[in-house]
């Protein structure tokens, strides 16, 4: 279904600084999102003990005869290892646990006592299937980075810029990335194990304070059968807690206007090309972090809190008006660890990310200058919520290990908007555009709109010799409350219809001449709705021999989404998820590993469906000669002249019978991925690796609004006008189904029931969905030993298809699973090729440097080549005299959406590409020693303030032979984000 809700951006998207670091490659099992493992080798039968004596936590495993072992469910930090040998005395390593991942401690040789100086080096994971990019606090404090989730997403190689129209739009929130070459929306996010992902459209999470993080990692594929819910990647969360010693602080950050790089606008030069010049603009950011953490009950009972205040103030000065957004919103985190008893741990986190942004909206006396007009309103949107978690791990036995997790969280989405009563009155005969009237946004959501998510899972592990046995289930409901409309209920385009060409409905201008036209659209639609995803899973991560890993897994996944009226319109039960995967230790010292991957990965259907196609909908434009004149009243409505051809519906605001709306069996969309790569541990802290990645879209899941074709086939197979027009309307309203693949609906045709239709695939003329991803990747790091460290990639990629996925970048649509792909066959004409998300080529840098005890320096780098370029224009098979070969669909309603431009087939990103993007980010830290405890820290991201253009408009005509002025213009919020600087003030004690 196409996407009509467009809106204004109010904010520059924040500045990524980029860097990239080794990522650990892996293969095996891990225990759920929060913890992490420590395996190795020591003497046969031996004893084997570790520690953390800073949480409490100590843990002990008996050796297999070959002398492997494996301790999991470890909470993240620096654990002493220890081997009783057989002939007298221990021998000792010190590894590092994060979550999600495996620690490597090798006792081969000699017996030895191994004193631990400066910092912990980590070793190659030998018993996680997955591809996983992990960074501390301490790590993310030494380099150059945003403060938020998605810049450090985007250090790991593999994950690229998402389109910046795709995402959270809030002054404290940002978009989201594409990894692996999925849509930006094909993510998942946890906190501390808990899903935090937003249901409607995935392409919003809840997050906690920045300073509250402990270590976050990016799951980049090869994810065992114990994660689901994702094409894309898995990104998780793990927060700061309290331990046996009490610390606190405060970290202030600061960011200066005057430091930052200039606000730039769009316009044409002389030729016709699109230029960046500088305006006026403004951004401040001051945020103060106070934190405390230790033990309420010394090894028993730790707390962390943490408050986050923030003060955001911004001034922006458009074309037509000016804005003035204020954001002083507190959040907070609340983390409590419980050690019960020795074999029982309790967590409880408790935080707020809810942000609220307010806006004050002026008239502009002069385009992208500062003097100011009249009031045009104020508004206000809040974002985020709070969440509660609570997890319990019994260790039952000294092999078999329980945890249950439970939490509630809540995600606003909604809009107080002043001017709500002003319809959107744009002149569009020029570019930029021009906004007229009184109106301060274009699509406003309902003042309710959220989300709430109430969820469970369980998970045990069993070790039965060389096997290690793991299964879990999990189950989340989600009730959302959604509505958008247009402000004052509909909008008004002021166009040029050129002598000659033709609109979407088939007008054709006759007069000779050009004429000025109105496009009149009417959008609203909302609801409470209900979605229910459930999964279980099992896996054996079986050691084959000492040196061979092989892991085996299954995961099950069900999906029921409901309507407004709570009847269920989407059930899909059992999707069967194999994974499969080795790792082979070469050398038996856990220095090198070989290691291969497959398996089979399924996304859920998200709410936005059930708003879009089950709630109640009206969509319609007509299209009217331009009067000449605009109303008085300050909303400039302009004057309607003749009505130019007939009205295009696409939903007529009736409610549905959910059963009318869906394939009754319809499959989820799922893709297969293969993996196989090369790690080694190199000297003196040294590693590399390489890898390749092959990811296959094996079946889509998308709308279908074509009644023409539907209707002209039923009348060609002998059924009734009456009949031929029920089943066209039925599919032209717009119907879930699996594109490429026979359809059948349910019809009301006059029986007692609905009658179930199938339409062969071949009548619809909808190819199958394809996207496929391969890349090579190179890696190369050297680990941080208190004096330096350095950490390379550089991937080769190559994504490729006839759809993006759950969104559709090349338009900034987020209707996710609904999209315009796919609504009529002569849309997906010339579709096939390489996809929004295709950079070619990436490298990314970065590294820090200890002069002394006092100064540290850090940089990072990107280079990343472009994205294709296409051009959107009006399927041309309205025109007189028709072009040979067209189909006789209704392509042509939806405007500049297809692949004919000017009436000539311009196959998908066949016009060449965007330019590479270049950013280099540094860092200074002063850490006095006549002050302990106090840091100073300086961050300059984009130090070159580089703006380069990352999206462009698309769309190069909204009527055939009338070309959109507005073609080829930067997307504002693509622009690669301006010079800032970033001052930090940090005392801990």
Known sequence: MKNFTTSRVRWARSSIALGAALCVLSLGAQAQQSTGTISGRANADGVVSVENKSIGIARQVKADKDGSFQLSQLPPGTYTVTVARTGG?????????????????????????????????????????????????????????GRDVTSVTLLAPGVVFGDGRIGQTGSRSGNVPSISGASPAENAYYINGFNVTNIVNGVAFNQVPFEAVAEQQVKTGGYSAEYGRSLGGVININTKRGTNEWKGGITLNWEPDALRGSSVYTEKDDSGTWQLKNRAGSRNMFEANVFMGGPVIQDRLYVFGLVQGAQLKGKGFGISDQTETTNDSPQYLLKVDWNVTKDNLFELTAFSDKSKDKITTYDSIAPYKTPRGDLKGNDSYTYGGENIIGKWTSFVTADLTLSAMAGVGKYARNADVGAASCPIVQDRRVAPTVALG??????????????????????????????????????????????????????????????????????????????????????????????????????????????????????????????????????VDNTWAPRAGFNWNLGGDGQTKVYGNLGRYYIPVYANTNVRLSGTETNYTDFFAYGGKLSTDGKDVPTLGAKLGDRITLSDGLPKDPRTV?????????????????????????????????????????????????????LANGYSAADAKAIGDTVSGCFLYNPGKDLVANVDLGAADLTAVRIPAAALLIPKPKRTYDAFEFTLERQWDKKWSLSASYVLAFSKGNTEGYVKSDIGQDDAGISQDFDHPGLMVGSSGY????????????????????????????????????????????????????????????????????????????????????????????????????????????????????AINEVGEEAVGSPDPAYRQPISSSIQSPRRVRLTASYEF
């Open 835 to 950: 996809l929004p998300n295709d950079r070619r080529h990436t490298f990314k840098v970065n590294g820090s440097y200890a002069v002394n005890d006092a100064w540290r320096f850090g940089a990072s780098a990107l280079a990343q080549s472009g994205r294709p370029v296409n051009c959107f224009g009006v399927y041309p098979n309205k025109v007189t005299p028709a072009i040979p070969g067209l189909i006789p669909d209704a392509s042509a309603s939806y405007g500049g959406a297809s692949f004919y431009c000017n009436s000539e087939l311009v196959p998908r990103g066949s016009l060449g590409r965007l330019a590479w993007t270049y950013d280099l980010g540094l860092q200074a830290t002063y850490t006095p020693s006549w002050v302990k405890g106090l840091t100073l820290n300086a961050n300059i991201l984009n130090v070159f303030n580089q703006r380069t253009v990352r």
């Open 89 to 145: 005395g221990t021998d000792s390593r010190q590894v590092v646990v994060t979550a999600g991942t495996g620690a490597y401690a090798n006792f081969g040789g000699e017996p030895q006592r191994v004193v631990v100086s400066g910092a912990v080096a980590r070793t190659l994971d030998m018993s996680s299937v997955e591809s996983n990019f992990t960074l501390t606090k301490d790590q993310l404090d030494r380099l150059p980075v």
């Open 662 to 714: 869906v394939d009754p069996n319809l499959k989820p969309m799922f893709q297969d991925e293969v993996i196989v790569g090369f790690q080694m541990a190199l000297a003196d802290r040294w590693s590399a690796g390489v890898k390749y990645t092959h990811r296959n879209l094996k079946s889509g899941m998308d709308d279908i609004c074509e009644g023409d074709l539907t209707k002209a086939w039923a």
């Open 438 to 571: 009184c109106y301060t946004d274009a699509v406003i959501n309902r003042g309710d709109a959220g989300d709430k998510r109430t969820a469970f899972r369980l998970d045990a592990e069993w070790v039965l010799g060389k096997h290690t046995l793991r299964a879990g289930l999990d189950n989340e409901v989600y009730d959302t409350i959604d509505g958008t409309r247009y402000s004052g209920g509909q909008y008004f385009f002021l166009r040029t219809l050129k002598a000659d060409a033709v609109l979407g409905n088939g007008y054709k201008n006759t007069t000779g001449a050009a004429i000025d036209y109105v496009q009149n659209r009417i959008f609203e639609n909302g609801g409470t709705f209900k979605t229910k995803n459930s999964a279980w899973y099992v896996e054996d991560n079986f050691q084959v021999t000492k040196d061979i890993l092989v892991n085996i897994g299954l995961r099950n996944e069900s999906f029921n989404n409901l309507n407004d009226q709570g009847k269920t319109f989407i059930k």
